[in-house]
């Protein structure tokens, strides 16, 4: 029933009629379940990993076979071309040239190697049209095998076989890490509006209280029972309640405002929130909490992705603008005619091989310069790297220590409130039969019921936003005991 009236929210079915009448609760789980739904975070995230995975897909596209069309439908050249008669002399006559040509071919990326191998076969059509001659030819490729291969060349490839998965993989952790994070911002959205809640019933309280208190007081100071002093402080809480009440109002429709525009409710809706009666209390080791960080989060995997690129531009460096070679060979078949029907008749093998050499005599030590830069930059990163992973576990050690101490902080602040508003009752009722007459005594009673009060919501608050830091900063749910993963269908 209460996914039913989440999802009734969700999709606006709110009739416009009398719906300002009604009262819609949530609790703090409906507010994370629309906020996983529809919240501007949550529609971000899905789409960055959505851009994440196709950019993976794009990359091992590149390792799978292409095949691809290569067409000049046609190639028409007419000129005034010199042309050597038999005599000797030279006579200037139109020449139209037409050429029609298409091939197929496939190829395939070789990773390890940087190289590629591909197969092709191709048909081209000549027409030559001198001073009205016509003299059509056909070269017809049937099959070409060939290979072509940079030697003493950077790789990129190989380097990005061990980047690219690595990447994926910390977008799928990072979309994790977005939906816990929007958990904490709507536990923060949330318990700023129950608190803004919990103020208004407490000035609406504390001014009827005051009422109450200063018609008594009057009556008593008629009979000269109470000071006019007295009497006068009781006036002035009553005005402060009054303006407590108005404070507390324009705070309270504030956070709604923040609360509906972060889950995305544009509808006139009445919002009232259940305050979370159950938590939840476990003692988390600190050391499987650091393993399960290192183990599940896109920090974890980020440490070693950016040593691995480190490590990548500094044999770009190396290799590039040093010794460089490419190797390409192609063996095939080939034949000409004249008419098609005999142009893959008896075809002749073709081969071809070619090795280019770029060798740098000087360059003023622009190669050695490049090299060291990108050594240096490789330990950069990784002290860089060493640090931050020892803030790692020391954040992770902190959060750990302060969520096991949550269950003791709930509990004193649960039972501060209710000793606050014990004697806050206890102290009203002593006045209003006589038996207190000291006003600044029972105003303090009923601040410190007031702070006692929202002291329990405050520590409420740390209490689940410290539950889901936790669950962020590890990718771990204690209470299952097992890893937070997420379908990877349903967000593409």
Same mark, same amino acid.
């Given at each position: 029933m209460k996914k039913f009236l989440v999802l009734i929210l969700i999709s606006g079915m709110f009739f416009q009629a009398g719906a300002q009448e009604e009262i819609n609760r949530l609790s703090l789980n409906d507010v994370i379940y629309i906020a996983h739904q529809q919240s501007p975070d949550a529609l971000i995230a899905k789409h960055r990993f959505r851009r994440s995975y196709w950019e993976y897909k794009s990359y091992r596209a590149t390792y799978l076979p292409s095949l691809q069309f290569?067409?000049?439908?046609?190639?028409?050249?007419?000129?005034?071309?010199?042309v050597i008669q038999p005599d000797g002399n030279t006579e200037y006559k139109e020449r139209r040239f037409t050429e029609y040509s298409g091939s197929l071919s496939l190829n395939q990326r070789i990773g390890f190697t940087g190289g590629q191998v591909? %197969?092709?076969?191709? %048909? &081209? !059509?000549n027409v030559n049209i001198v001073s009205g001659n016509k003299d059509t030819s056909f070269l017809s490729t049937p099959v070409n095998i060939g290979y072509s291969q940079p030697i003493f060349q950077y790789n990129p490839y190989r380097w990005d076989k061990k980047i690219e998965p690595l990447k994926y993989e910390e977008a799928k952790r990072g979309y994790l890490e977005d939906k816990e994070d929007i958990s904490i911002k709507a536990t923060e959205y949330f318990f700023n509006l129950l608190l803004s809640q919990i103020e208004k019933e407490i000035a609406a309280k504390n001014l009827a209280n005051y009422d109450t208190l200063f018609h008594i007081a009057q009556g008593r100071y008629? #009979? =000269?029972? $109470?000071?006019?002093n007295d009497l006068l402080q009781l006036e002035l809480n009553l005005l402060r309640a009054e303006a407590a009440v108005d404070n507390a109002q324009l705070e309270y429709e504030n956070n709604l405002f923040r609360l509906k525009s972060f889950l995305r409710i544009t509808e006139e809706v009445r919002i009232e929130l259940i305050p979370p009666t159950e938590t939840y209390h476990f003692d988390v080791d600190v050391t499987l909490a650091v393993v399960e960080a290192r183990n599940n989060t896109s920090d974890g995997l980020a440490f070693q992705r950016r040593l691995l690129e480190a490590e +990548?531009?500094? *044999?770009?460096?190396?290799m590039n603008g040093r010794f460089d070679a490419e190797l390409y060979a192609v063996f095939g078949l080939t034949q000409t005619a004249? &008419?098609?029907? *005999?142009?893959?008749?008896?075809?002749?093998?073709?081969?071809?091989?070619?090795? =280019? %050499?770029?060798?740098?005599?000087?360059?003023? =030590?622009?190669?050695? =310069?490049?090299? !060291?830069?990108?050594?240096?930059?490789? &330990?950069? /990163?990784?002290? +860089? /790297?060493?640090?931050?992973? $020892?803030?790692?576990?020391?954040? $992770?050690?902190?959060? /750990? @220590?302060?969520?096991?101490?949550?269950e003791k902080q709930l509990y004193i602040a649960a039972k501060a409130d209710t000793v606050a508003q014990k004697r806050f009752d206890v102290t009203q009722r002593r006045y209003m039969i006589g038996k207190v007459n000291d006003v600044l005594e029972l105003n303090n009673a009923q601040i410190d019921n007031d702070n006692a009060r929202k002291g329990y919501y405050s520590a409420l608050k740390t209490y689940w *936003?410290?539950?889901?830091? %936790?669950?962020? #900063?590890? #990718?771990?749910?204690? @209470?299952e005991d097992q890893r937070i993963e997420f379908d990877e269908n349903k967000i593409l």
């Open positions: 290569d067409g000049t439908v046609p190639n028409f050249n007419r000129s005034i071309d010199a591909f %197969l092709r076969s191709g %048909l &081209e !059509r008629n #009979l =000269g029972k $109470i000071a006019e +990548s531009q500094v *044999n770009q460096a190396r004249q &008419e098609f029907d *005999n142009v893959y008749q008896d075809p002749l093998d073709q081969q071809q091989v070619v090795v =280019g %050499l770029t060798i740098p005599i000087l360059d003023w =030590g622009q190669a050695k =310069g490049r090299i !060291r830069m990108a050594e240096s930059n490789q &330990e950069l /990163v990784r002290t +860089s /790297v060493e640090q931050e992973r $020892i803030d790692f576990d020391q954040n $992770i050690f902190l959060q /750990v @220590m302060q969520f096991n101490m949550q *936003n410290s539950f889901f830091q %936790l669950r962020k #900063l590890t #990718l771990y749910d204690f @209470m």
